[in-house]
Every structure is written in structure tokens, then in C-alpha cells.
């Protein structure tokens, strides 16, 4: 079956750095797109990064653009996300996410806060 695992997430001042990762099972992973997605508490979950099966193409929410960088790693069947300069808004549990022939999947996401 489909699992996603991230690791990574922490404690961390703002101004610091983390890098998230995900591990992928279950399917043929350098097929598809993924996903990083956050959601802070009392907030709605928030699309973050994109990026496409072979990485050519990625896009980031505006409140993380050149702070964030994703990237994936096919032979290993991970994706990470790359955070920088952080922020206490950054705040929230991190989730990757695929789209595997239109059912969505989901881990169980990294909580990473930031502290001011």
C-alpha cells in the first residue's frame, strides 16, 4: 500500500533552518508529483511546495518563496523540503502528499515549531 513517513520536523529559533523529509512506499514514485502541505493550529492546511516526478518543476506558496526549496531524490523515493530563515508564522505540522491515480495520500505528518 502507499505510505508517506516524514522526518525532520524539530524545535528550532527563528532565523534557523530544517530540512523535512519523506519517505515513499508503495508505488512508483518517480511517476508522480508531491506535495508538501502545512497546517498551523486553528488554520486551514496550506498547499507550501510542489514538485513535479523528475523535478523539473517546482512552485512555492508566496509566504515561503526563497526560503524553501524542494527537491527530490527518485532512487531513494524521498522528497525533502529545505526550510531556511524561519519564522514563528512557519509554525505548524508538515505533511507530504501524492496524488497516486486520483486518490489522495497522506503521512502523518512532522510538527516543526519555530520559536521567536
Known amino acids: 500500500q502507499v505510505q508517506l513517513v516524514e522526518s525532520g520536523g524539530g524545535l528550532v529559533h527563528s532565523g534557523g533552518s530544517l530540512r523535512l523529509s519523506c519517505a515513499a512506499s508503495?508505488?512508483?514514485?518517480?511517476?508522480?508529483?508531491t506535495n508538501w502541505y502545512r497546517q498551523a493550529p486553528g488554520k486551514e492546511r496550506e498547499l507550501v511546495a510542489v514538485?513535479?516526478?523528475?523535478?523539473?518543476?517546482?512552485n512555492y506558496a508566496d509566504s515561503v518563496k526563497g526560503r524553501f526549496t524542494v527537491s527530490r531524490d527518485n532512487a531513494k523515493n524521498t522528497v525533502y523540503l529545505q526550510m531556511n530563515s524561519l519564522k514563528p508564522e512557519d509554525t505548524a505540522v508538515y505533511y507530504c502528499?501524492?496524488?497516486?491515480?486520483?486518490?489522495?495520500?497522506w503521512g502523518q505528518g512532522t510538527q516543526v515549531t519555530v520559536s521567536s
Open positions: 514538485i513535479t516526478s523528475v523535478g523539473g518543476y517546482t
Open positions: 508503495g508505488f512508483t514514485f518517480s511517476n508522480w508529483a
Open positions: 502528499n501524492a496524488v497516486v491515480y486520483h486518490k489522495a495520500y
